[in-house]
């Protein structure tokens, strides 16, 4: 006779700090709705998380959620190193939890629904064995979903990719939609790689077949900032839930549940966060200044920081940048940083080593944002209506860029370009001669955010929707 089971979801983010962030709110959304979250962590991202961030304080008030780690054989921080070390190391003891282990059938509370990263095609194979509704989340930007991932095979099958012609400036016809926004330089940096067989293309095409598989997709977007691709991407994948910009919708659901005597202050980025920027910051007049930062992965060379620094410095704006440690990939040398730039910088800029990113760029002081243009970073820029100068450095940055240029008009693109006198005049044209095109669409798209996440608005909709199939799909695995 079969058993009920109660509805119980296990959150299975791929082991970096954005991926992990916005499953976070997605797992913690999901417990307060009282269903039971298992959030499986590999060992190499739970270290740091547990050690820079309240992770531990903050889901200790639900009862129905608890932590779970697995082993994953990392020892670098590269992507596809990372990748590679899961794949061998976390697949195999992966299955063996789900089949028949702590998460399978004969455990005390087995899974009902898997929410995997789009990004590890084997969970979706896995749940599919045995048997388990599988829905993915996808952190990355659904421009770059549909442009990049979900027509990889439409791409080489037209010829479009490898690249035959160095013409990086040659519109891409064969994607639907986007046939007057993408060049070849706009779409996903995997796509420069000249040899189909390269692991990161490989892993690609196992992540659109998996998004396929499964029974819906997440994203991080909302519905009117996605218009141009959405309506595409659902006839590939026809239950999408847009429940973005993530962490605005998580703030307002979390205030909306919390009584006033319990404090909701999250920190979930892995490194140690510098506040001290925050009294820099109120020292400065509204919209002055440009924030600097490439987010958790991106590197820059030596000379590029100079061409970056020389440009923003030369903008006259007061700057507050983050330089991640390791983010110099050649490493950084005082000694030869001219003089000028360093006197200058004393003057009109404050730099620190990570930064409290959401609360910095709702700060009124922030003019302007020099960003690489991650999806997370692109959307806390949305949200507060801060005008982008976007140098993109890998994954679905090149696409984000370009929408945020030419779609979103919120900034300019300044891709596979990187001098001062570029730079200088982006930050400027973003930032000078208020109000401007760039700061009149940002407050409209901010706007349009804000409303996604009101009671009625699309994206608490789709949420209350994932929650109620949640439940459904729980039950007809009774
Ligand atoms: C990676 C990819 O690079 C990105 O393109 C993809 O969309 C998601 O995975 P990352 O490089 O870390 O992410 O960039 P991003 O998506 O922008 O996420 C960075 C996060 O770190 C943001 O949420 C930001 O608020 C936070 N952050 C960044 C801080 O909290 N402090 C900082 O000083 C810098």
């Known amino acids: 006779m079969d058993q009920t089971l109660e509805p119980h979801v296990l959150v299975f983010p791929i082991p970096f700090q954005g991926p992990v962030y916005c499953a976070l709110k997605l797992a913690e959304l999901i417990c307060l709705s009282g269903i039971h979250v298992t959030f499986l962590n590999t060992e190499h991202i739970h270290r740091p998380l547990l050690r820079h961030t309240n992770v531990v304080s903050r889901f200790n008030r639900y009862p129905n959620f608890r932590f779970q780690t697995i082993p994953d054989g990392v020892h670098g921080d590269r992507f596809m190193e990372v990748m590679a070390a899961v794949d061998v190391v976390t697949k195999p003891l992966f299955r063996d939890m789900v089949v028949s282990g702590t998460l399978s059938r004969k455990s005390e509370r087995p899974v009902t629904v898997m929410i995997p990263d789009a990004s590890f095609p084997f969970a979706v194979d896995i749940a599919i064995e045995a048997s388990i509704p599988v829905i993915c989340l996808e952190t990355v930007s659904p421009c770059c979903v549909w442009t990049s991932y979900l027509n990889l095979p439409t791409l080489i099958e037209a010829g479009d990719v490898p690249f035959k012609e160095n013409d990086l400036d040659q519109l891409i016809t064969s994607v639907q939609g986007t046939q007057h926004i993408i060049r070849k330089r706009d779409l996903a940096k995997f796509c420069r790689s000249e040899d189909l067989s390269n692991p990161v293309i490989e892993l690609i095409i196992k992540e659109a077949h998996a998004i396929s598989q499964a029974q819906g997709l997440i994203l991080n977007t909302f519905e009117k900032l996605d218009s141009i691709v959405l309506p595409h991407m659902r006839k590939l994948c026809p239950n999408i839930y847009t429940i973005g910009p993530l962490h605005t919708l998580y703030k307002a659901q979390l205030t909306a549940n919390t009584t006033s005597s319990q404090e909701f202050t999250i920190s979930n980025s892995v490194w140690k966060e510098d506040r001290t920027c925050m009294s820099w910051l109120d020292k400065n007049d509204p919209k002055t200044v440009v924030?600097?930062?490439?987010?958790?992965?991106?590197?820059?060379?030596?000379?590029?920081?100079?061409?970056?620094?020389?440009?923003?410095?030369?903008?006259?704006?007061?700057?507050?940048?983050?330089?991640?440690?390791?983010?110099?990939?050649?490493?950084?040398?005082?000694?030869?940083?001219?003089?000028?730039?360093?006197?200058?910088?004393?003057?009109?800029?404050?730099?620190?080593?990570?930064?409290?990113?959401?609360?910095?760029?709702?700060?009124?002081?922030?003019?302007?944002?020099?960003?690489?243009?991650?999806?997370?970073?692109?959307?806390?820029?949305?949200?507060?209506?801060?005008?982008?100068?976007?140098?993109?450095?890998?994954?679905?940055?090149?696409?984000?860029?370009?929408?945020?240029?030419?779609?979103?008009?919120?900034?300019?693109?300044?891709?596979?370009?990187?001098?001062?006198?570029?730079?200088?005049?982006?930050?400027?044209?973003?930032?000078?001669?208020?109000?401007?095109?760039?700061?009149?669409?940002?407050?409209?798209?901010?706007?349009?955010?804000?409303?996604?996440?009101?009671?009625?608005?699309?994206?608490?909709?789709?949420?209350?929707?994932?929650?109620?199939?949640?439940?459904?799909?729980?039950?007809?695995?009774?």
């Open 291 to 478: 924030y600097v930062s490439i987010g958790s992965l991106a590197t820059m060379t030596f000379e590029q920081l100079l061409e970056i620094w020389y440009g923003v410095v030369n903008s006259g704006k007061p700057f507050l940048w983050v330089r991640r440690p390791g983010s110099i990939n050649s490493g950084y040398d005082e000694s030869h940083v001219p003089i000028e730039l360093l006197e200058r910088t004393k003057e009109i800029g404050c730099i620190v080593e990570w930064a409290p990113q959401e609360d910095v760029l709702a700060h009124p002081a922030i003019g302007g944002f020099l960003t690489h243009s991650g999806w997370n970073s692109t959307m806390e820029s949305i949200v507060e209506g801060v005008p982008m100068v976007c140098w993109p450095y890998s994954a679905d940055q090149q696409v984000n860029s370009r929408f945020v240029g030419e779609v979103w008009k919120m900034g300019v693109d300044i891709k596979d370009t990187c001098d001062r006198v570029r730079v200088e005049k982006a930050v400027r044209d973003i930032m000078d001669s208020k109000p401007n095109v760039f700061t009149q669409s940002a407050n409209t798209w901010a706007n349009l955010a804000k409303e996604s996440i009101t009671k009625n608005g699309s994206s608490s909709i789709r949420l209350g929707r994932l929650i109620d199939d949640i439940l459904a799909m729980s039950s007809t695995r009774s």
